[in-house]
């Protein structure tokens, strides 16, 4: 039984690892939903986010600019980082249930 426990929480270890780097990783990319809004026959880029009531529109540039599209990468990261550390949460809440409060 003691090789099960040390081999939990070496996953717990690993996957408490894993969330911070996941929450850093998220934090340095650009915050929000991206958003084409049209001014003067023009499309631009803006990042759309709550501020707590307020919504916030911060631009980023034309659509079609590298910036942009650097932007929009970016923002996919951020995306599948957010998935991947959701799923970290959840096997983190397994390891610590199988765990049962022992460390």
């Known amino acids: 039984m003691a090789v099960i426990f040390?081999?939990?929480?070496?996953?717990f270890e690993r996957l408490q690892e894993t969330e911070s780097g996941y929450?850093?990783?998220i934090?340095?990319?650009p915050?929000?939903?991206?958003r084409v809004l049209?001014?003067?026959n023009k499309n631009y880029l803006y990042l759309e986010y709550r501020d707590g009531n307020?919504?916030?529109h911060e631009y980023v540039g034309p659509e079609d600019s590298d910036k942009a599209k650097?932007?929009?990468?970016?923002v996919e990261h951020r995306r599948r980082y957010e998935k991947l550390l959701k799923e970290t949460k959840s096997a983190l809440k397994e390891?610590?249930?199988?765990?049962?409060?022992?460390i």
């Open 70 to 74: 650097e932007v929009l990468e970016q």
């Open 27 to 29: 934090a340095d990319m």
């Open 54 to 56: 307020r919504v916030i």
């Open 95 to 102: 390891v610590r249930k199988a765990l049962r409060g022992k």
């Open 38 to 40: 049209q001014r003067r």
């Open 31 to 34: 915050r929000g939903a991206p």
């Open 23 to 25: 929450s850093k990783a």
């Open 6 to 11: 040390h081999v939990l929480k070496e996953e």
